[in-house]
């Protein structure tokens, strides 16, 4: 599904109104744009608490206009680098008016250009740039002469052809009409961001919708508030019955607690206040088990809820956790014997290339629900025609059969054949015989018949489609599966088939009629299928469902009639436009990660009554691009406000990932000892070791002391870091060969420079390895992951001790979190502790520890070093005396 604005009652607006959002980024110059300082003043740090809802909400609006004006600046320095393409076709898009144009493109260039993402392909809410020659800086747009303005992508067609890489075609609005010489060569577009997700908060910071849990949120009396003591605490055998579990055997105490006091908001009065949860989740402490298990119990309670994620990443993960446990209820309560999962209610939307949507989710993804309801509303094929075409062969197939032999004799050339004894002992002029044609027929009617009962059993909801209904599908799938296995079993003759068809199917026969059981059996099982039919065909005709193929039409279906729905923040603003039930909770996953003002989309829902925060506010914030509104705070998240104004968090206590070895410092430093490790990581087994020595336990801090960080691409690199990671990691595989052990080994570093030098030096030697998997990412990449291994390269070498955003403690935690079993910190000591950072703590840990040691402890690693400080002629270094030149004699 494409990433665009509005529902069916908004598509015909081909610019929806944005507030002015639009037009104060297109009033822009390219002075304006690269000016820091342009919105500096205007740009005041977002408070704690505030005094009214205008206050609250305006607070965002400079942040975000400055943060918008980053963005496009970063975009603007790289433009030569950015994917273009050539204007083939350019022209006023009618009856719409001025500034609005249909353009067409042929096929984009360098859309490979940002090394590990995904090829580019317009969205709308791109920002481009549309010129008379291609830019190779963002001053060659100022020479004299040049034409250029920015446009915006309002829409692009939902029906393009996905598989036409040769051309595109979407509607934009320019920022100025474009002068040009009819006779001019050529005109381009060049990409330069998307801001389809800052315009929805600009939106949503303009257009106030539902304030319920916003004027709760507001003031710090009301947030640290104790909990609503209007609602009766529920037995927990209650909770039990509901899950189908009993949840004490699968969530620990903390998770328990959190999971009964968010499911206690249920009991509030519908007129009272709003609420706002909040539960702690630190790393390896099962918060998306608990925070699954939580949107399960709601789901099957019918309470209709939103779930929300900051990134399509981790939304899928939640709804993937969530349909498995659905799946699980459903088998659990069908012991076993599954012929539908009834998945209606849950539902999954966004982008269908940035969701990755696979097998796993695609039975809840609202394209492919569309897609499957359209099979089943088709006037022409669709469940009418399937339920009438089966009625139509139960009553009359011999009819049919005979009108077939008649159109066959019109058609045939007379010849005469003879069908074998052991076939049906009859004698046809060269025609098909009755069994024949009724066994083809059979399946050719009853194979649309079951898709269109499984998908109607899967994508409509059961309370659309009555649960009686429901159990009458199931039932008549079972008669069809009876009625083809009798069919289609040896020994049965055409003419007593035939014989049988012929009479009604409400006849009522003697046992010993027709002097075979599998006839009577067969009778049977076509008056049952008939009769179950009739009743559906009858109840559906009754029933409020989806007649007409508009695909809008059965998309806000989809959306107003699940009582569970999946979206990223940024995409539930499409929810403000459609006409649907009552939404009482949001569950807001990855809170911590989430910037307020975009929480504020969701937030302003028609009648959301509760909010459910899960998050650690311990680890990575949102990124914000500009020093100007980081500064003022606008990265924070809603859940760290609250978390700073002392308003209770349900602590998930227990870490079930890492070694205690690995857990003890972020535990100290940033925990304040509150988390427990979980039994199953005390045990001695936990305790892996993959490679030989002490260096190479579950914890070292490796001090790389001859290192020298290096500036490229506005990021930082260490070769003899790099040397090091390399020589590690094929000590790694030498050993794996050699045992076989299974192992996933994680490369974080802070820089993507030093990941793409990382990157580039493995090249593909470690993929497609079955049991030895490795992945290198950027810090803020690896959040959320974990592996069996994980080496940090801290990269950070000089003599002045300056470590930049590397001090960052949501950073280093981040970092510190992924390993399972061994964790390895590569570093340099003396630039790492020169200054008071987390660093300096982590340090005085290892050495406290003995978990501390120096490269030229191990052979293979100082000569690593060694190569690569020659390389890069550290002549200082290998003049040290205490140097691992010395000690080696080299």
Request: aromatic fraction near 10%.
């Amino acid at each position: 599904m494409k990433e665009g604005e509005g529902s069916s009652s908004s598509k015909k607006k081909a610019a929806p109104n944005d507030y002015g959002f639009t037009d104060t980024l297109f009033s822009w110059s390219l002075e304006d744009i690269f000016n820091n300082n342009l919105l500096k003043e205007k740009v005041e740090k977002i408070p704690l608490s505030f005094q009214s809802v205008g206050q609250y909400l305006g607070s965002f609006v400079s942040p975000l206009l400055e943060e918008t004006r980053a963005r496009l600046f970063s975009s603007m320095e790289t433009i030569s680098r950015a994917p273009f393409a050539e204007v083939v076709a350019f022209e006023e898009s009618k009856p719409y008016g001025t500034k609005l144009y249909d353009v067409k493109v042929n096929n984009w260039k360098n859309r490979l250009s940002n090394r590990g993402k995904e090829p580019y392909k317009i969205l709308p809410g791109d920002i481009l740039v549309m010129t008379d020659a291609k830019p190779e800086t963002a001053d060659d747009l100022q020479r004299v002469g040049r034409v250029w303005t920015f446009v915006s992508v309002i829409k692009v067609p939902q029906n393009e052809d996905e598989t036409d890489t040769t051309s595109t075609c979407f509607k934009v609005r320019v920022g100025k009409d474009l002068q040009v010489d009819d006779n001019r060569k050529s005109l381009y577009v060049i990409f330069l961001s998307n801001i389809l997700p800052n315009r929805r908060i600009w939106i949503s910071l303009c257009k106030h919708g539902n304030l319920r849990v916003i004027k709760e949120i507001l003031c710090t009396d009301a947030v640290a508030e104790k909990e609503c003591e209007l609602y009766p605490a529920q037995s927990e055998l209650i909770w039990d019955e509901i899950s189908g579990h009993r949840l004490s055997s699968v969530l620990n105490d903390s998770q328990l607690k959190a999971v009964y006091s968010c499911l206690g908001r249920m009991q509030c009065d519908l007129d009272h206040r709003g609420t706002v949860d909040l539960i702690w989740g630190p790393p390896g402490t099962g918060k998306t088990k608990t925070v699954s298990m939580l949107v399960f119990i709601l789901l099957k309670m019918n309470c209709r809820t939103l779930v929300c994620a900051p990134t399509n990443v981790a939304i899928k993960e939640l709804a993937s956790r969530v349909l498995t446990l659905v799946k699980e209820s459903v088998e659990r309560d069908s012991h076993g014997h599954t012929l539908f999962y009834p998945l209606g209610e849950i539902l999954l939307f966004g982008n269908h290339e940035q969701l990755k949507v696979d097998a796993g989710i695609e039975q809840i993804y609202l394209d492919n629900r569309i897609k499957r309801l359209v099979e089943c509303f088709a006037p022409l094929t669709g469940w009418r025609h399937c339920f009438a075409s089966m009625i139509d062969f139960l009553l009359d197939c011999v009819t049919q059969y005979h009108i077939f032999l008649e159109n066959e004799l019109m058609e045939g050339d007379g010849n005469k054949r003879e069908i074998k004894e052991g076939e049906c002992r009859k004698k046809v002029d060269g025609r098909k015989p009755f069994l024949q044609f009724m066994r083809e027929r059979f399946k050719y009617t009853a194979t649309p018949l079951r898709n269109c009962i499984f998908n109607l059993c899967t994508h409509i909801p059961k309370s659309c489609i009555l649960e009686n209904n429901f159990q009458d599908m199931v039932a008549l799938i079972n008669f069809l599966d009876s009625l083809e296995t009798l069919l289609f079993q040896d020994g049965v003759f055409s003419d007593e088939i035939e014989e049988l068809f012929s009479h009604s199917a409400v006849e009522n026969f003697s046992p010993g009629f027709w002097g075979k059981k599998y006839l009577l059996h067969l009778h049977q099982r076509r008056r049952e299928c008939l009769s179950v039919l009739r009743n559906l065909r009858s109840s559906f005709n009754d029933l409020d469902l989806p007649s007409a193929l508009n695909k809008e039409l059965l998309k806000d279906f989809c959306l107003r009639t699940a009582s569970l729905i999946f979206c990223t923040a940024c995409s539930s603003f499409k929810l403000h436009s459609v006409a649907m039930e009552p939404l009482k909770f949001l569950v807001i996953d990855e809170a911590a990660q989430l910037k307020e003002s975009e929480s504020t989309i969701p937030l302003q829902l028609r009648d959301i009554k509760h909010a459910i925060l899960i998050g650690d506010n311990c680890q990575l914030p949102a990124m914000v691009e500009s020093n100007v509104s980081d500064e003022a705070c606008f990265g924070r998240s809603l859940f760290e406000r609250l978390s700073c104004l002392g308003h209770p968090r349900h602590l998930l206590s227990m870490q079930y990932r890492m070694h205690p070895s690995i857990s003890f410092f972020p535990n100290s430093y940033f925990y304040d000892k509150k988390i427990v490790d979980a039994p199953t990581v005390k045990k001695g087994s936990y305790e892996k070791h993959y490679l030989p020595g002490p260096m190479y336990g579950t914890y070292a801090f490796i001090n790389i002391s001859g290192g020298r960080e290096e500036f490229v691409n506005n990021s930082y690199r260490n070769k003899v870091e790099v040397s090091a990671v390399i020589k590690i990691l094929h000590n790694l595989y030498k050993a794996w060969r050699g045992s076989k052990q299974k192992v996933s080994i994680g490369i974080v570093s802070p820089y993507s420079a030093q990941v793409a030098t990382i990157q580039e030096k493995l090249g593909s030697k470690y993929e497609n390895k079955d049991g030895f998997s490795v992945k290198v990412k950027s810090i803020d990449g690896f959040q959320g992951g974990e592996e069996d291994i994980t080496i940090l390269s801290a990269v950070r070498s000089n003599s002045c001790g300056s470590i930049g955003f590397l001090s960052k403690s949501q950073r280093v935690n981040v970092a510190l979190t992924r390993a399972r079993h061994c964790l390895w910190i590569l570093g340099n000591e003396r630039t790492l502790t020169r200054t008071e950072s987390v660093w300096k703590n982590l340090i005085r840990d290892a050495k406290a520890r003995h978990c501390f040691f120096d490269a030229d402890e191990d052979m293979d690693l100082a000569k690593a070093v060694l190569e690569v400080m020659k390389e890069l002629d550290e002549l200082d270094e290998l003049l040290d005396g205490k140097n691992i030149l010395f000690k080696l004699k080299i």
